[in-house]
């Protein structure tokens, strides 16, 4: 026996099964009877935009894309680490270049460059009678420190002549610029005969 407490919820639930009942019979006569082969028709009539359709072709595009710039990327990747190496090989080569130069330039003594040949006019003038071409490669550009009797003195417009007495038949002749007034001038020599 149903108590008298719950005998309002049982009406209310079965008006609400016959109200949902006669809305679902409302439906059905609206809808003239949708079935399964009506809702796939009108799934078969949506017309789906062409941007949608060509997804699958733009994936495969981007896949392949994908998968270049990887290859890509890898080759890259080798080469920049050959060409580091190259680098450091030259940094080494270079590193080594630079000290063997440091080197070479501290065991020349610098003062030994600047510091004037002595020789005597007599070997001057011989070097130059025998062999005027290794005597111009030996002395040309260098500093001279000539020892000799002073034979005579000529002048010239803007040069002073030295002329040196030798054994030999030849005498050398020095001359510089007059308007230079330095003690380290370089001498240039000449056989006067």
Request: aromatic residues 4%.
């Amino acid at each position: 026996m149903i108590r008298a407490r719950s005998l309002p919820l049982v009406f209310a639930l079965a008006l609400s099964l016959v109200g949902a009942q006669k809305s679902i019979a409302q439906d059905g006569k609206e809808s003239g009877g949708s079935s399964l082969g009506d809702l796939f028709n009108k799934v078969k009539e949506l017309k789906v935009p062409d941007s949608v359709t060509s997804l699958p072709t733009q994936l495969q595009e981007l896949k392949e894309s994908y998968l270049k710039t990887a290859e890509t990327v890898d080759a890259l990747r080798t080469e920049v680490g050959t060409l580091r190496s190259e680098v450091e090989a030259l940094k080494n080569e270079n590193a080594r270049l630079q000290q063997a130069v440091g080197d070479k330039v501290a065991a020349n003594d610098r003062s030994a460059l600047l510091k004037p040949v002595e020789l005597s006019a007599d070997e001057l003038a011989t070097a130059w009678r025998t062999n005027k071409d290794k005597a111009t490669t030996d002395y040309a550009g260098r500093y001279l420190k000539v020892v000799g009797i002073v034979e005579a003195f000529e002048s010239a417009s803007q040069d002073v002549i030295v002329i040196l007495k030798t054994n030999t038949e030849s005498r050398v002749h020095v001359s510089s610029a007059a308007t230079r007034v330095s003690t380290s001038k370089c001498w240039r020599a000449r056989d006067v005969s």
